[in-house]
């Protein structure tokens, strides 16, 4: 039973939140008090600085709760994992509720995928690391050439069938000919379905999910004949943050990334970290270029796609992923301003390499939030308004080609 006192104290560690103040709402939760002149008053808890009205909204914030991996020694039911801040249970459940109330899709998606000619099958795939289930998209051209294969991760509360019918990548892979893998992320392993883009055990070369992904990648190319050097990986959200890690740690496998309001990698840890990172750099290695002067750097050809008024993973968050993939971009970008018909404006930069070849593409969507930009509302968190992600990332996906040794 939550008594008045320990109700009172999560009401002010969510309003602590939305104000940005993550290490008081933090101190709060173990049991401390806010800071001196930190305390989020109804007067000042929305005033100065940026404020988060979908702090607790999807997609990245719940990745940061998850249901301990089998082990040994488990954690309390009620607690976070081990690499996070412990809250007792009874406080966990109630911030829990205080998260779920508003982490409601911004639409009601009936998340069907529009019915294509091609197979739309389902997989499970297992390694030294673990298992995971998938669904792969097989063109109705396919007929044992070596096509290219696309990676889609999807975002927090997503699977794949919901990530697909928002995409629609089913369909242009139909027009273009190429293959498409859904890796799904189960609750087991995290409590909102997000890829764990924030530990370190997921952000290794043949470690934890990178791991499992690009084992499971290998094995589809192998099983279906697909082209190697013509491999790519896209995502939402925590599911982009999870590419930008792949392409950080298999630069041999991908020829290029699509992140979509993602973050960079390496640049979290922990629960603090994570949403530090997400709010625009509060976290320990949220400012600046400081994951790039780490050594996370990669010379995997990136496009970036990032609405202006994305409240759940701040806007700055793209200028951070580019600057992870910088090494072989040249000075002197195009810039291309445009407009979707009825809806949003949107500034494309584009980058290239010493050999004039386009390197590096970062899309500003004008008044979108967090959300995939030009996507149906048959899947959830899209924004049909924007310019279309799921064409242009193709369109530059098939642009590059992996050397083969």
């Keep these: 039973?939550?008594?008045?006192?320990?109700?009172?104290?999560?009401?002010?560690?969510?309003?602590?939140?939305?104000?940005?103040?993550?290490?008081?709402?933090?101190?709060?939760?173990?049991?401390?008090?806010?800071?001196?002149?930190?305390?989020?008053?109804?007067?000042?808890?929305?005033?100065?600085?940026?404020?988060?009205?979908?702090?607790?909204?999807?997609?990245?914030?719940?990745?940061?709760?998850?249901?301990?991996?089998?082990?040994?020694?488990?954690?309390?039911?009620?607690a976070f994992t081990p690499n996070d801040i412990k809250v007792?249970?009874?406080?966990?459940?109630?911030?829990?509720?205080?998260?779920?109330?508003?982490?409601?899709?911004?639409?009601?998606?009936?998340?069907?995928?529009?019915?294509?000619?091609?197979?739309?099958?389902?997989?499970?795939?297992?390694?030294?690391?673990?298992?995971?289930?998938?669904?792969?998209?097989?063109?109705?051209?396919?007929t044992g050439q070596a096509l290219p294969l696309v990676v889609m991760l999807h975002g927090c509360t997503q699977n794949p069938d919901d990530f697909a019918a928002g995409t629609e990548m089913n369909r242009l892979a139909e027009e273009q000919?190429?293959?498409?893998?859904?890796?799904?992320?189960?609750?087991?392993?995290?409590?909102?379905?997000?890829?764990?883009?924030?530990?370190?055990?997921?952000?290794?070369?043949?470690?934890?999910?990178?791991a499992i992904i690009a084992d499971m990648t290998r094995q589809i190319i192998d099983t279906h004949g697909l082209d190697g050097s013509r491999v790519y990986v896209a995502g939402l959200s925590a599911g982009a943050a999870m590419a930008t890690t792949l392409a950080m740690t298999y630069p041999d496998l991908f020829a290029a990334v699509g992140v979509h309001s993602g973050l960079p990698h390496g640049v979290a840890q922990s629960l603090p970290d994570a949403l530090g990172a997400m709010q625009g750099g509060t976290g320990p290695l949220g400012g600046g270029n400081q994951a790039k002067g780490a050594g996370w750097a990669s010379d995997v050809p990136a496009i970036i796609f990032h609405g202006d008024r994305d409240t759940t993973v701040h806007p700055s968050n793209a200028e951070r992923v580019a600057a992870q993939y910088s090494t072989s971009r040249q000075a002197g970008p195009t810039v291309e301003k445009g407009k979707v018909a009825n809806g949003h404006g949107y500034t494309c930069t584009t980058h290239h390499n010493a050999k004039g070849e386009t390197h590096l593409e970062q899309w500003q969507v004008h008044g979108a939030g967090h959300a995939w930009s030009g996507g149906s509302t048959k899947g959830s968190y899209t924004d049909p308004k924007g310019p279309g992600a799921t064409k242009e990332m193709l369109r530059f996906f098939l642009q590059h080609q992996q050397a083969q040794a």
Aim: glycine fraction near 10%; charge should be negative.
């Design 177 to 210: 000919q190429c293959c498409v893998l859904y890796p799904a992320q189960p609750m087991t392993a995290n409590h909102s379905k997000c890829w764990n883009w924030f530990k370190a055990e997921d952000q290794q070369r043949e470690g934890g999910e990178p």
């Design 1 to 78: 039973m939550i008594d008045a006192t320990m109700s009172k104290r999560m009401e002010e560690a969510t309003r602590l939140t939305r104000a940005g103040k993550l290490h008081e709402a933090m101190a709060l939760l173990q049991g401390g008090e806010p800071e001196a002149g930190h305390e989020a008053t109804p007067d000042n808890a929305y005033r100065g600085g940026n404020t988060f009205d979908g702090t607790w909204q999807v997609i990245d914030k719940e990745d940061t709760v998850t249901e301990p991996e089998p082990e040994p020694a488990k954690s309390p039911t009620g």
């Design 88 to 142: 007792p249970s009874a406080w966990r459940d109630k911030w829990m509720k205080f998260r779920g109330g508003m982490a409601q899709p911004e639409q009601a998606p009936s998340a069907s995928e529009e019915p294509q000619p091609g197979a739309f099958t389902t997989g499970r795939f297992t390694n030294h690391v673990g298992a995971r289930d998938y669904k792969l998209y097989i063109p109705s051209g396919y």
